[in-house]
């Protein structure tokens, strides 16, 4: 069983276009959270949720905009394409309140290149 | 920005060898954490640190917490193949909704 799955795992799209990337986890975790990776392997976080309640936006364009229906599930819907939107997205999940101590569980990722 | 600068950046060597990758930073944190990425895929956790001057080994790797709790390494004994791919080190604080911040990242490739 696949703990963090997010789909789909390849997205190529026009800029302009609009694109959802989905995440489910099957750990019983409290905090879910997107991360950004670009080219030079730096991972940043866009957004962390508690319980399916925002706690953290870290700056990111609001063409991004995530929902999470319920706390297995935080997804994430990009108005708008960019150019510069192109990355590897990863979807994270762990077990809050101590989320540094007990360490995240990352989804395979899903690589989203605009043309 | 709590910044965690790994060096080296990229390191080649071949099956055998020993290895140190470190990890610094000017903050304090309350617990550091070791993920190596393999490509097509997300990081995976291998080891949580928490107190300063702390080491665990995990078979082959060694990992240590500095006894400031601002910087860690991570040393690999006769390297294999098999470890080759992206170490991240990512350092917590325990105050609130905290999230982890990662460094850039030590790309390790272990030729046969």
């Known amino acids: 069983d696949t703990a963090v799955s997010q789909t789909p795992k390849y997205l190529v799209t026009q800029m302009g276009n609009d694109k959802s990337i989905k995440c489910e986890q099957n750990?019983?975790?409290?905090?879910m959270y997107w991360y950004k990776q670009d080219s030079k392997k730096f991972l940043k976080i866009m957004f962390s949720?508690?319980?399916?309640?925002?706690?953290i936006n870290e700056t990111v364009p609001n063409r991004f905009s995530p929902k999470s229906p319920d706390k297995a599930h935080l997804n994430l819907h990009i108005n708008s394409l960019e150019l510069g939107d192109s990355a590897v997205y990863f979807c994270a999940s762990s077990q809050a309140p101590h989320a540094g101590r007990n360490g995240y569980t990352f989804g395979s990722g899903t690589r989203l290149t605009v043309v | 920005t709590q910044l965690l600068e790994q060096s080296p950046q990229f390191l080649s060597i071949q099956e055998g060898e020993n290895l140190t990758v470190y990890c610094n930073s000017s903050s304090v944190f309350s617990s550091l954490q070791w993920y190596r990425q393999e490509p097509g895929e997300g990081p995976v956790l291998l080891v949580t640190v928490v107190t300063g001057g702390e080491v665990k080994k995990l078979k082959r790797l060694t990992f240590q917490f500095g006894d400031a709790r601002k910087d860690s390494s991570l040393h690999i004994t006769a390297a294999q193949p098999g470890d080759t791919g992206l170490y991240l080190c990512a350092g917590a604080k325990d105050s609130g909704y905290s999230t982890l911040t990662f460094g850039k990242g030590t790309m390790l490739l272990v030729s046969p």
């Open positions: 750990l019983g975790h409290d905090t």
């Open positions: 949720y508690n319980n399916k309640e925002l706690i």
